[in-house]
Nanobody
């Protein structure tokens, strides 16, 4: 089992920056590609960014050129640096990893990001 804990969400003004953190604990060897998703009330959870185990990064169109996903292997953590934030970035952000070994999809509890206009 892997436990994921997000942190770093808060209220920020338009144009501001935030760095979200995802701390992993438990069976670290179960961690696969690392992802961030976000969700607004009444809407499906949508994918934001992926950092593969090989180090490749992928971004949704809304995140490209503004967000950056990274990892600190020593800390068993990954991050989402968000710049030039917009009100439409307001959401609960979740970190995620899927374990190819166990077939389990792990989620954190989410962290709220609110961007004021």
């Amino acid at each position: 089992q892997v436990q994921l804990t997000e942190s770093g969400g808060r209220l920020v003004q338009t144009g501001g920056s935030l760095r979200l953190s995802c701390a992993a604990s438990g069976s670290i060897s179960d961690i696969g590609d690392m992802r961030w998703y976000r969700q607004t009330p009444g809407k499906p959870r949508i994918w934001v960014a992926t950092l593969s185990l090989r180090g490749d990064t992928f971004y949704a169109g809304s995140a490209k050129d503004r967000f950056a996903i990274s990892r600190d292997s020593a800390e068993n953590s990954w991050y989402l640096q968000m710049n030039s934030l917009k009100p439409e970035d307001t959401a609960v952000y979740y970190c995620n990893t899927f374990s190819p070994q166990s077939g389990v999809n792990y989620w954190g509890q989410g962290t709220q990001v609110t961007v004021s206009s």
